[in-house]
């Protein structure tokens, strides 16, 4: 296993050739600079809602979109001045309108955008089956609602078997997304739930539209083979030209600690090849858990965060920075960067979210660690931005403002624009706290 990784350790130098000359910036936090376009719960009662996390979606005109926390959840959206110097934050839609909240209730996961505007995701809960739904949010005239419309209920497994999809635990994904090509609004759509299935293990689903109606196709149920092999809870899905689904599962797989795996289209149900097994090493120090993979070069190289690694000794969190060359079953697996290599976890534990920009360069958070201690996390560490580009380069450390005014506890995967700047979401701090409350969390910019 060991000589498997050096040999992927060979490829990753093309990989990253071409891209270690690009960072310029990336010397330390002393070259960025964060702006806080956002503090929840700046409004009575939290009514602007609190906690961001699910990652943000950026269009061509820079308005940023995302999901939060409150009440029943909501969508929101940030509209920035002309020359980006003001932004307005406007909530788009709050979820649990509808009678018995046949509209859904707690947003989750990443939102697509379509060529007209449209926004598609789910949510964990509500619906006519209280199993959640997938919904698409669609504009209005000026100072309009905007329209919810329900494309697909799924299963409560409270009231029966729930042998088909339960309660989406990811965004749903298309063919071209990883390009940054936009959502067509006919083409399937995909995503994962953490429950329902043949073994209540989560699954993989497909969604259809046909004669102008959206139907669920169950792809793959996990924890489907003996001892949970093939993974059980899915994460987000990743979809290439041919159809095929690429994505990890937290748990299950021959170490038990998760796994990275490949979903082929034709069959009932689809056929999975597991693509690596965490926590294949003693100690976990090839990862464990894994969570979001990306990919920028035709689904060569799946690279991607997850626990375990070198440094768990000093932190119960750790955390690794991964890359998959894959090649079917004889994939090969290498760990970029452990977390946690600093003293007092001053690089960050417990990476977050990830993203790639348009050359191939690996931006991310870390949930705890940095240079400053938080007011939730406390000795655990505020969170951090970093890079990668073959050298592992720390941007921001959280909590670098009097009360955490700058955010602390990064979720999310963040989104990278043209100019290299780093947009993305804090769960906790910010300056919105209104009266007693908690401060609700924040938008942030952070600018080479």
């Known amino acids: 296993m060991l000589s498997r990784s050096i040999a992927a350790g060979i490829q990753l130098i093309g990989v990253f050739a071409a891209t270690a000359a690009i960072c310029g910036a990336c010397n330390g936090a002393s070259a960025y600079t964060l702006k806080t376009l956002y503090s929840f719960c700046s409004e009575q009662n939290c009514a602007d809602g609190y906690g961001p996390g699910g990652g943000l979606t950026r269009d ?5 979109f995302g999901v ?3 009440y029943a959840g909501e969508i929101f959206m940030l509209h920035p001045s002309p020359h980006g110097t003001k932004w307005t934050f406007t909530v788009l839609y709050r979820f649990c309108r509808q009678v018995r909240c046949t509209d859904g209730t707690n947003p989750n996961g990443h939102l697509i955008l379509d060529s007209a505007g449209n926004l598609y995701g789910t949510t964990s809960a509500g619906g006519a089956n209280d199993g959640g739904i ?4 669609s504009p209005a005239p000026a ?3 905007w329209t919810l419309d329900v494309l697909s209920n799924f299963c409560f497994r409270k009231y029966r078997a729930c042998k088909l999809p339960s309660s989406p635990a990811s965004g749903l994904s298309y063919a071209g997304a990883e390009n940054g090509m936009p959502y067509d609004g006919v083409s399937p759509l995909y995503g994962t739930t953490r429950s329902g299935g043949p073994s209540d293990n989560g699954t993989a689903y497909r969604l259809v539209l046909k004669d102008g109606q959206w139907s669920q196709k169950l792809v793959y149920g996990f924890c489907s083979e003996m001892g949970c092999t093939d993974g059980g809870l899915p ?3 990743l979809v290439d030209s041919a159809g095929y689904l690429y994505g990890t599962a937290y748990d299950g797989g021959s170490g038990f600690q998760g796994t990275a795996f490949q979903l082929a289209p034709g069959g009932h149900p689809w056929t999975e090849t597991v693509l690596y097994n965490f926590c294949s090493i003693d100690g976990c120090l090839d990862g464990r858990n894994p969570g979001t993979l990306v990919s920028g070069d035709g689904f060569k190289h799946l690279s991607g965060i997850g626990g375990g690694g070198k440094n768990c000794d000093k932190s119960p969190y750790c955390g690794t920075l991964f890359q998959i060359a894959v090649n079917g079953a004889d994939s090969q697996e290498t760990v970029l960067y452990n977390f946690c290599s600093a003293r ?5 534990t417990l990476p977050s979210g990830i993203a790639l920009d348009a050359s191939g360069q690996i931006f991310g958070a870390t949930e705890f660690g940095g240079a400053h201690k938080g007011q939730q996390a406390g000795n655990l560490g505020a969170g951090s931005l970093f890079a990668f580009d073959g050298k592992f380069h720390q941007l921001y450390s959280f909590c670098s403002e009097a009360e955490c005014a700058d955010g ?3 979720l999310g995967n963040p989104a990278v624009d043209a100019a290299g700047n780093i947009f993305g979401e804090t769960f906790y701090g910010g300056s919105g706290a209104y009266k007693n409350a908690a401060a609700g969390g924040t938008i942030f910019e952070l600018v080479p």
């Open 60 to 64: 061509a005109k820079g308005n940023l």
């Open 68 to 70: 939060a926390f409150g």
């Open 134 to 137: 997938a919904f698409k949010l």
């Open 143 to 145: 100072n309009a609602a």
């Open 235 to 237: 994460g987000s899905l």
């Open 344 to 348: 007092h976890c001053s690089d960050g």
């Open 408 to 410: 602390e506890e990064p």
